[in-house]
């Protein structure tokens, strides 16, 4: 797994496409290598509810948390935000040169305690990859 989960202010929809991050994102953490495939979700989520700073209403905010499975060192938790904050910069540079925008984003593990799963994707995927 990771459950990426994008959350953005309703004020930004006309300047970043929802779809877009969640593309970004998801090619991203894939590119690390520190995730299988079949194991990634991402989403986004719009709020339309929030207040930012001093209550601006241009002021903005996409927040990303990244929730993974147990057994990841810190150095690789670190890389896999490391790469993914440069991808959210880069697809919101234009916007924070304009405007009032915080970006944040977290990575942090599951505890696999009370973390129950069921899925088929990893046999899915591998039946889909046989010639």
Known sequence: MPHIIIE???NLEDEVAP?????ALHAAALETGAFPLAGLRTR????D???IADGDPG???IAVGVRIGEGR??????????VLMAV???????????????LSLDVSEIDGTASLKTNNLHQRLKARAKP
Do not use: Q
Request: hydrophobic share 40%.
């Open 8 to 10: 953005y202010s309703a």
């Open 19 to 23: 779809m877009r991050l969640v593309e």
């Open 44 to 47: 986004a989520e719009r709020r």
């Open 49 to 51: 509810h929030y207040l």
């Open 59 to 61: 002021n903005a905010f």
């Open 73 to 82: 060192d810190a150095a690789t938790r670190r890389r896999v935000a490391e």
């Open 88 to 102: 959210l910069e880069r697809e919101t540079a234009e916007i924070f040169r304009c405007r009032g925008l915080a």
